[in-house]
């Protein structure tokens, strides 16, 4: 079945620099790749998402970018602030399964140092 | 619009012992999912419904664990008897078409 690793687990920013998080998928034919974001104890909450159909999509300090060659996609937040503290998860659809199934990756805890 | 609403916030449970987590998803969502999210790892799908059917249950311990959606509306997961290994925060999503899943906030589940 679809498999989604992600990377780092952890990683740690200075306030303003950029935060890189990177995902590989194992279905070829996986078509939706969504970003949800997780505070401690809330739930997760999609920040941005990307179909197989564009190379790039971005959300003012958000982008995400899908290599379907590779079978990898990438988060980057950009002037990263205090507030993009939180755990953060890659997501792909596998192949032989309804359109709205989804895989988590395992998570990459950011923080953000003042 | 309302989000998803989910209950209880928290349990705590013996072993072997069984809890019943409840859902309502956004008003006009078909599709309802459950999902268990074990500390540290990211939400696992449990059970999908679209409406009141069941989509896919192939990662549901089906010995222990059941959810129902009577109504295509309100679901219940519940887990008899219960393990350790069952705790984690269980996690109520719905979506509409092929739009985003929105989650609710989850129930908190400690196994003693």
């Known amino acids: 079945g679809e498999n989604v690793e992600q990377h780092p687990s952890t990683l740690s920013v200075q306030e303003g620099d950029s935060a890189v998080i990177k995902c590989t998928y194992s279905d070829s034919a996986s078509n939706y790749f969504p970003w949800y974001k997780q505070e401690l104890g809330k739930r997760p909450q999609l920040i941005i998402d990307i179909r197989s159909n564009v190379g790039e999509k971005k959300d003012q300090r958000i982008a995400v970018t899908l290599n379907k060659t590779a079978k990898h996609f990438s988060l980057h937040i950009t002037e990263t602030q205090p507030e993009d503290s939180a755990v953060y998860f890659c997501?792909?659809?596998?192949?032989?399964?309804?359109?709205?199934?989804?895989?988590f990756g395992s998570g990459t805890r950011l923080s953000i140092r003042p | 619009e309302a989000g998803v609403a989910q209950s209880p916030r928290y349990k705590i449970i013996e072993k072997r012992q069984s809890v019943a987590f409840w859902c309502n998803p956004i008003?006009?969502?078909?599709?309802l999912y459950w999902y268990q999210q074990i500390l540290g790892q990211g939400p696992k799908l449990l059970i999908q419904?679209?409406?009141?059917?069941?989509?896919?249950d192939s990662q549901l311990p089906k010995d222990r664990f059941s959810a129902e959606r009577l109504k295509g509306v309100d679901s219940t997961l519940k887990i008899q008897p219960a393990k350790l290994e069952d705790s984690a925060v269980y996690l109520c999503a719905s979506s509409w078409g092929n739009q985003p899943q929105h989650f609710g906030d989850g129930t908190r589940l400690s196994i003693l």
């Open positions: 008003s006009g969502h078909a599709t």
């Open positions: 997501a792909a659809t596998p192949r032989y399964s309804s359109a709205s199934k989804i895989i």
């Open positions: 419904f679209q409406n009141n059917g069941v989509v896919d």
